[in-house]
């Protein structure tokens, strides 16, 4: 790596067929790396299993509240809170982790 960039600095214009060279030689097997991610996200649009979970889980959390005594509207109103709740304590986390990162 340091006799690349001591030769990139020498010679910047030699950059470009240097990337044409690790492009032509990794090229392939990027590319049937990108087509097994590519895969693995077609698989997982195609679940149904865990978005069932994650409604079963929700309809648990409206029932519990109405089964305790709260209207459906309340119920409703205390789960939106919990969602909002958990946005801003992700983004409180992404703002600590970006400021840890810049320091």
Known sequence: MET???????QPE??????????????KPIYVVLEEILNIAKDY??????????AKAKKNMFDAYINVGF???QALALMINDNIQLMNNIKDLQNSVNSTTKK
């Open 4 to 10: 690349i960039l001591k030769l990139l600095a020498e």
């Open 14 to 27: 030699s950059l470009g067929e240097i990337a044409k060279g690790y492009i032509v030689k990794y090229k």
């Open 45 to 54: 649009s195609e679940n149904t299993e865990y978005p069932a979970i994650c």
């Open 71 to 73: 209207t459906d509207e």
